[in-house]
């Protein structure tokens, strides 16, 4: 027997709320808004044992209802899209997720922390599967929510789920989503759906003085965290890290996935050494991963276990395709290898001790500065750190 919709909704809701991650504010839209009529028929799971790299399995509705509809209602994210519409393995089945409905908790805690009030207009990046524009417009009256969508399917997909629900006053735009949407702006709120390293100044510029611009902000080495920033009136905006948050990229700062195999490679001349750093410093301590993103550009870390206390942290530059890996073992030194014109951890290395001599800052010790002439990052003292 299928489980009923409104049950696994209300449940979902309750969980939020028990968790502390729902804001009474916005419990009615969350409990009202129906996710599963915006989750499309057809979604991926991945399937970690799966032969190929193209491990992201299709999951059709009218194959398993049960499943389909759990996963809807789920605090986890479903996979909507992969390859850009365009499965680049047999059967349907995807190398990379490229659109996705995020896990509901964190859309709960994304949308306290935009601190828009019934009547204030916003602007959304990324509309995706349209759920995150029906909360908005449950709270917010549906004419005052416009959001951007870059790939026309999708975008088409939320405009039907959302006439549907009865909230055909949206305005979906299709369109590159760093542009904003200026033919209505200004806007009270922008929040993105997606992750930036580089804020785009036009989200700052159609935004009113005073306005809040919340975004998932990252460096290929960390996903960074949730930026807000308090637009001002000379067309700036300046603001901190206030949480953790994990999106996929805007589709124009996109930081494409990789087959680790095909950059490191064997028969590559490398350089071995060793340190006696354990790579969790460099890899595991948010903190710590934050700076370093912002000093080592261009690197990803993967992280690769051989059992519960032993692996592989892999560094990977795929643009000039230089590497580095560490061995992780029982107990000190740890074997370094790098191969490639960039010297991947001896700059990560660098930058860690870099952030140890300066005081080991936390992620809110960073001040963001968006201005018409680019984005700047630096480090605050602790009487400086911005609030709100």
Excluded at 358 to 368: K, L, N, Q, Y
């Amino acid at each position: 027997m299928v489980a009923d919709a409104d049950a696994l909704r209300q449940c979902m809701v309750e969980g939020l709320a028990r968790r502390g991650e729902l804001d009474q504010r916005w419990r009615a839209a969350f409990t009202e808004v129906p996710r599963h009529e915006f989750i499309p028929e057809l979604v991926w799971r991945h399937d970690r044992e799966a032969d190929s790299h193209c491990d992201l399995v299709p999951l059709r509705r009218c194959d398993d209802e049960q499943d389909w509809l759990e996963r809807a209602y789920a605090d986890a994210p479903v996979n909507t899209q992969v390859d850009d519409g365009h499965p680049a393995g047999e059967g349907g089945c995807g190398f990379e997720v490229t659109s996705s409905a995020s896990m509901p908790g964190v859309v709960a805690e994304m949308l306290a922390a935009l601190e828009a009030e019934p009547g204030m207009r916003v602007l959304e990046i990324g509309t995706g599967t349209g759920y995150n524009a029906a909360l908005l417009a449950h709270r917010l009256g549906a004419g005052n929510v416009v959001s951007v969508e870059v790939d026309p399917v999708v975008a088409e997909h939320a405009r039907q789920a959302l006439a549907a629900t009865g909230l055909s006053a949206v305005t979906v735009v299709t369109g590159d989503g760093a542009q904003g949407y200026l033919p209505l702006a200004p806007y009270d709120r922008v929040i993105s759906t997606v992750a930036v390293a580089e804020v785009p100044h036009a989200w700052v510029a159609q935004t009113r003085p005073e306005g809040l611009v919340l975004t998932p902000w990252g460096s290929p080495y960390h996903p960074g965290g949730l930026l807000a920033l308090t637009v001002r009136g000379d067309a700036t905006a300046t603001g901190r890290i206030i949480g953790p948050a994990s999106f996929m990229w805007l589709r124009t700062q996109r930081i494409p996935r990789y087959i680790t195999d095909r950059i490191v490679r064997r028969d590559d001349t490398v350089t071995v050494s060793t340190t006696d750093l354990h790579p969790w410093y460099v890899a595991g301590d948010v903190n710590a991963a934050t700076a370093i993103g912002l000093r080592v550009p261009r690197c990803e870390k993967l992280y690769h276990p051989d059992s519960s206390d032993t692996g592989t942290l892999y560094l990977v530059d795929q643009w000039s395709r230089s590497w580095g890996t560490l061995q992780i073992t029982t107990e000190a030194p740890y074997e370094v290898r790098q191969s490639g014109q960039r010297k991947l951890w001896d700059e990560v290395d660098t930058a860690y001790r870099w952030w140890v001599d300066v005081g080991e800052p936390t992620v809110d010790a960073w001040r963001f500065t968006i201005a018409p002439n680019g984005q700047q990052v630096e480090l605050c003292t602790p009487a400086a750190v911005p609030t709100r």
